[in-house]
């Protein structure tokens, strides 16, 4: 498969549900904003930070879509798609550094004496309102992250479900402030960065699993009788995985009938892998024929 080949109908559904992403966050931005300084609410105010922070972590995946379509270069053999994890990575640290502050100014509000949580009805609307937006844009990209296994905004999704999940988590903690437990804000805003925190060690591990080429789970498994179900193939071994954003890029030997003429196992390979592309459409493959000799596989 040529890696110069890129979807650009699939490319642009991306880059549009990446687009869609930052004005949505910054759009909450704004109104969690005004919300926590009309209310003195550190748990809104947390949750304005951490649409912001999924501001710039769109942008972040704008940026990464935008360069992982570039073909390969002189200097990019295998193509661009890295660009994906290097995005995904940035969030991760991004997402850390907004768990630290939000953790620290809980604990700082719970040790001393702050200024209590203005009880109105106003923060809670804020909170409704946001909360129908961030599920909307987090089954978007989530549906856009299944359909394309886009790393970058697989990695979005699980920032905006944080928001979501966040944001219900300070409804709770405005609803007790109403009622008088004003350190209920505090404690919701520490249920945040748990969230963040969690979602965060998840998306984490996935950003070092390709960013270390490690080998997709299960994969290989599945490739197998694929391969082994076309005609003159006798057995395949030494496959070779590796993901880069949402290409997958795979190698393996093929052991032919050892008296297959030359042209004819060309024409196997290329069966093999148009058979492959068929259930995963965006791998790059690269066979090595070898004559089958029993016993050895």
Known sequence: MSLDHIDQQEV???LRAAAISVFAALALVALKLGGAVF???????????????????????????WMARVPPDREHHFGHAKYESVGALVQLIILLALCGFIIFEAIERLRMNTPPVVRSGFALGVMVVSIGVEAWRTM????????????ALAAS?????????DSIAVIIGLIFALFGYARAD??????????????????????????TDRAPAGLADDIRPIVCSVAHVMDVHDIRIRRAGAQYFAEMHVDLEPDLPLAEAHNVLDIVEDELRKRYPN??????????QPGTA
């Open 283 to 292: 791998m790059h493959i690269t066979t090595h024929p070898e004559p089958y």
């Open 157 to 165: 999704s699980i920032h905006f479900l944080s928001d979501f999940l």
């Open 39 to 65: 209310t003195n609410s550190l748990a809104l105010f947390s949750e304005a930070g951490h649409s912001f922070v999924d501001g710039v972590a769109a942008i972040v995946t704008l940026i990464a879509v």
């Open 12 to 14: 642009s559904k991306k």
């Open 140 to 151: 978007s990209l989530f549906r856009a992250a299944r359909h394309s296994k886009s790393e």
């Open 186 to 211: 505090s404690y919701a805003a520490l249920i945040v960065a748990a969230v963040i925190l969690t979602l965060s060690v998840r998306l984490g591990r996935d950003v070092l699993h390709s960013l």
